[in-house]
């Protein structure tokens, strides 16, 4: 005889596998999406979805040109559904990733990733930061910006911070895990976006143009 807990038991097991094989569907749903898109502007286009521990499914596509060459860019779950669910262009949005990449003659392949911790901590140091204060200085020059390391207590690690110390009510800094940047950096997507999208945010919630 089947008691309650039994039954309930069964009933979330059920949910579970339901929920999992609506998440499956929704990833080759967006796979498929993702490959349309970019059939649209390109002739060649392979795609593969791959998991990243900390963002899940990441999808990473590679277009090529006509004399063959290779160029390859990824994209998060999150950011591709936001996309197609919008109606702005999604398929506009992620052909100008491979426009951008295929100025880069002979072929833009994923970077390779550091291999060891000392590694990581150079590339953070020499390549990471560097680029993106530079990339955030020239963005938003003539104007004073402050963008450098930071130890976040929420995130327990460092983050990359930037902001305009001229705003001096409310909110005038945004910060990121350098995780996130590091990501984006080795999926060939340019990590100070992320950075210039957050601090034009700030300077619309104080109506500054």
């Avoid at 069964?10 to 094989?21: A, K, R, W």
């Avoid at 000392?118 to 953070?124: M, Q």
């Amino acid at each position: 005889m089947m008691n309650n807990e039994t039954k309930n038991a069964e009933g979330n097991s059920n949910q579970t596998i339901d929920s999992d094989e609506k998440y499956v569907e929704l990833i080759k749903a967006v796979y498929q999406n993702g490959l349309t898109a970019l059939k649209m502007h390109f002739d060649n286009v392979e795609g593969q979805v791959t998991n990243k521990e900390i963002y899940g499914p990441v999808f990473v596509y590679q277009v090529k040109d006509e004399s063959n060459n290779g160029y390859v860019c990824g994209f998060f779950l999150h950011e591709l559904v936001t996309k197609f669910q919008s109606g702005s262009d999604p398929s506009g949005w992620m052909a100008s990733f491979f426009v951008e990449l295929m100025r880069t003659e002979g072929g833009k392949l994923l970077p390779k990733a550091p291999e060891s911790e000392d590694e990581a901590k150079a590339f953070i140091d020499k390549v990471l930061v560097p680029q993106c204060i530079a990339a955030v200085r020239e963005e938003f020059a003539p104007q004073d910006v402050h963008a450098d390391l930071a130890w976040n207590e929420e995130h327990k690690g460092m983050v990359f911070e930037a902001g305009f110390p001229e705003i001096k009510d409310g909110n005038n800094v945004c910060a990121f895990p350098l995780h996130a940047l590091y990501t984006h950096f080795f999926l060939n997507r340019d990590p100070a976006d992320l950075v210039i999208y957050g601090l034009y945010k700030i300077r619309e919630e104080h109506g500054i143009h």
